[in-house]
């Protein structure tokens, strides 16, 4: 379709050559998609970052399968700058997984966003996506070899994602077309209105952490870890610093995983202020 839409403006700008210079917007069609997508699907940088974290998890879980452990869920009450977390008794042990850019890549809903020039997100839209959208979908690289490793050392996996409970069957069959199965509602898939309602995701671990003990958590997004880092309150690089905090800086890579994404995040309000301190500003000195 991108093709088709060059070839087209190509011939619009041949045709106005015959009359009158062709002005510069002739190239305005884009053939490429946003620097983002190009990072992030494109680039084997991106899948050995995500590789390399999700089979570290992987790792991780083989050797907290079994002996004493203690959940890597925040205890209620406790934040990332002051955490607590709980003993995990008898409860069978769980990792907790985000689903969007975490398990699977919205590929086909990506191509939707970056052929139309990323409008503002559309719920409806989204809605659609979650409803029709099982078979666009790709596993994140790595994902599915931690998958398999993690329920061979006998460990359950859940997810816990913002998609509707309403698409739960559709979620569920995205997470098949990769060959991740047994994503079972109330059991082991948690979706947006499942437990409370609203996007918050702590009253969903929270519940998910009374039935097992969750020893490694996973996501794209530092609320898939505790929704206190997406507090809009925070500012950008409030937001950065608290999850270097030195009270849960260990927990990265040692129960937490955070998976690379680029595309969208509670990231992208950050200003020029915001990412350029005043006395980091370089320009080249006028000849
Ligand atoms: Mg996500």
Redesign the pocket.
């Known amino acids: 379709m991108i093709r088709a839409l060059t070839l087209a403006a190509s011939a619009l700008a041949l045709s106005a050559c015959a009359a009158t210079p062709p002005p510069a917007a002739t190239a305005a069609v884009s053939t490429q998609p946003g620097r983002q997508y190009r990072w992030q699907l494109g680039s084997g940088e991106a899948a050995v970052l995500s590789r390399q974290a999700h089979l570290a998890m992987a790792a991780f879980v083989a050797a907290h399968a079994k002996g004493p452990a203690s959940s890597v869920v925040l205890s209620a009450g406790s934040t990332p700058a002051a955490p607590r977390f709980g003993a995990c008794g008898n409860r069978p042990r769980a990792v907790v997984y985000?689903?969007?850019?975490?398990v699977l890549l919205n590929t086909g809903a990506n191509y939707d966003s970056a052929v139309r020039g990323d409008p503002p997100f559309d719920p409806e839209r989204w809605a659609q996506w979650e409803r029709d959208g099982a078979n666009a979908v790709e596993p994140v690289p790595g994902v599915v070899e931690a998958i398999t490793a993690i329920r061979r050392a006998g460990v359950t996996v859940v997810f816990n994602s913002n998609r509707d409970r309403s698409a739960a069957a559709s979620t569920a069959a995205a997470l098949a077309s990769v060959g991740i199965d047994n994503a079972v509602p109330g059991e082991t898939l948690f979706l947006k209105g499942d437990v409370a309602p609203g996007s918050a995701k702590d009253p969903r671990r929270a519940a998910i952490d009374a039935k097992y003990c969750v020893i490694a958590m996973a996501?794209?997004?530092l609320g898939?870890f505790a929704d206190a880092f997406n507090d809009r309150g925070l500012s950008t690089p409030a937001r950065r610093a608290l999850a270097q905090n030195a009270a849960i800086a260990p927990l990265w890579g040692n129960g937490w995983f955070l998976i690379p994404?680029a595309l969208y995040g509670g990231w992208e309000g950050g200003t020029f202020d915001d990412l350029f301190p005043a006395d980091k500003r370089w320009t080249p000195k006028e000849k």
Request: proline share 0%.
């Open positions: 985000d689903i969007d850019e975490t996501g794209d997004n898939d994404n």
